[in-house]
């Protein structure tokens, strides 16, 4: 599979802020570049607290990214029943969670050695994209 490193930042600003258009929760960014066996560049790990806010949560991200950086998601995984959704873009995977499927899976700590960052809900400005 082709990873593309270019647009990173911007791909990584355009899911967060679709996250947070949705009221995700818990956004935390890990940064797995330092990692010797990684899968992509990029995980970035929210939840939502009902199965529609996870389906909304996934298509506020594939909206926003679709605007900005004009990308679209190579697959997608889990929107039959909306516990886990995975939305991958090649250097940036995005895992959406029900709640408590996120603490049973508790990805965060079985990717401990990457450089985690909690993202905070703050209005990007069109700068910013």
């Given at each position: ?18 996250i ?35 389906d ?10 679709r ?25 940036v ?6 709640k ?16 985690i ?13």
């Amino acid at each position: 599979m082709k990873k593309r490193s270019d647009g990173a930042e911007v791909l990584l600003k355009s899911v967060v802020k679709g996250i947070f258009e949705k009221k995700g929760q818990d956004v935390l960014k890990l940064d797995l570049r330092k990692l010797e066996n990684r899968i992509t560049d990029y995980f970035v790990i929210c939840h939502g607290t009902s199965v529609t806010q996870v389906d909304s949560i996934c298509y506020s991200v594939e909206d926003s990214v679709r605007k900005k950086p004009g990308e679209k998601p190579i697959h997608v995984e889990g929107l039959d029943n909306c516990f886990w959704v995975l939305l991958d873009y090649g250097n940036v995977v995005v895992h959406i969670f029900l709640k408590e499927y996120r603490h049973f899976y508790s990805l965060e700590s079985l990717w401990a050695d990457a450089d985690i960052e909690a993202m905070e809900d703050r209005k990007l400005k069109v700068n910013d994209l």
